[in-house]
């Protein structure tokens, strides 16, 4: 697996943990309760969906302490003149002249249709390093490229951003 994380991707990851099994787990035990005790489970969906429930916020924790296990934990810094995580990053795609605006993030917190795309993708990894008014060629396949100019650069704080629930 050995996903390439930040401190912060690792500090969220684990406060979620934390409030699944204190907050959430309780309460859907205390569900799964009360609806095992309406009587007959084999017609009983309450029960059914509670149980669901369970297993499945037990495996989103699993799920999230595997990921934190097996990481592989970068630095989120970059010069503030240059585009790295956590970024956000203005650009023109010099074919179409269309421009955009993108977040580097690591994969856990990617949202594409949401604007936040990955360090590992090609656009990612192609305008990791660049400064305002480089030009980045972005190479998606042997036979597939393209170049984006990069007109405005911001560091954004990443403490709204949530990771990705799967």
Same mark, same amino acid.
Do not use: C, W
């Given at each position: 697996m050995y996903d390439k994380l930040t401190e912060s991707d690792i500090k969220k990851m684990e406060a979620e943990i934390e409030h699944r099994k204190l907050v959430v787990r309780p309460k859907a035990a205390q569900d799964v309760k009360e609806a095992a005790a309406q009587g007959d489970r084999s017609e009983n969906f309450?029960?059914?969906?509670?149980?669901?429930?369970?297993?499945?916020?037990?495996?989103? %924790?699993?799920?999230?302490?595997?990921?934190i296990r097996t990481a592989e934990v970068i630095p989120d810094d970059s010069? *503030? $003149?240059? /585009? =790295?995580?956590?970024?956000?990053?203005? %650009?023109e795609f010099i074919e179409d002249e269309e421009i955009e605006t993108y977040k580097i993030v690591t994969s856990?917190? *990617? $949202?594409? /249709? =949401?604007?936040?795309?990955?360090?590992?993708?090609?656009?990612?990894?192609?305008?990791?390093?660049?400064?305002?008014?480089?030009?980045?060629?972005?190479?998606?396949?042997?036979?597939?490229?393209?170049d984006v100019k990069i007109l405005k650069l911001e560091n954004t704080d990443d403490a709204d951003d949530e990771i990705r629930s799967f």
């Open positions: 309450e029960y059914y969906a509670a149980k669901k429930f369970l297993r499945q916020n037990d495996s989103r %924790i699993r799920y999230l302490e595997r990921m010069a *503030a $003149d240059e /585009v =790295g995580l956590n970024n956000t990053v203005t %650009i856990v917190r *990617a $949202d594409s /249709v =949401g604007g936040m795309i990955t360090n590992v993708s090609p656009l990612g990894k192609a305008l990791l390093g660049k400064k305002v008014g480089d030009i980045a060629h972005v190479v998606v396949s042997p036979s597939v490229s393209y």
